[in-house]
């Protein structure tokens, strides 16, 4: 059973950066892709970032190309999104997903999803 528990949110001012973490049971890191998304207060859910785990190609959503890194540790079975630059508009829930595709334009998944973990950018 695939398992995903994301960690390290916080409050933070406009223009730093945040490491999450995602940390991932029940399945290697070898196959199929995984996905970050987040969900702000009132507004729908978007899939932000997404790591192929097989061959490490990547996909980001405009709004955040260019600030947002994906990236795995096979050791540490984690992924990671490292964010820069962080805006007023990152605020949000972020979570991972596993398994995760980008069709057209748009992150999906529909395997499980962790319980999120809460970022705030405020001045």
């Known amino acids: 059973q695939v398992q995903l528990v994301e960690s390290g949110g916080g409050l933070v001012q406009p223009g730093v950066s945040l490491r999450l973490s995602c940390a991932v049971s029940g399945v290697t890191l070898d196959y199929n892709a995984i996905g970050w998304f987040r969900q702000a207060p009132g507004k729908e859910r978007e899939g932000v970032a997404c790591?192929?785990?097989?061959?490490?190609?990547?996909w980001y959503a405009d709004s955040v190309q260019g600030r947002f890194t994906i990236s795995k540790d096979n050791d540490k079975a984690t992924v990671y999104l490292q964010m820069n630059s962080l805006q007023f508009d990152d605020t949000a829930i972020y979570y991972c997903?596993?398994?995760?595709?980008?069709?057209?334009?748009?992150?999906?998944?529909?395997?499980?999803r962790g319980q999120g973990t809460q970022v705030i950018v405020s001045s």
């Open positions: 997903a596993y398994p995760a595709w980008v069709a057209g334009t748009h992150l999906v998944a529909s395997g499980p």
């Open positions: 790591l192929s785990l097989s061959d490490g190609s990547t």
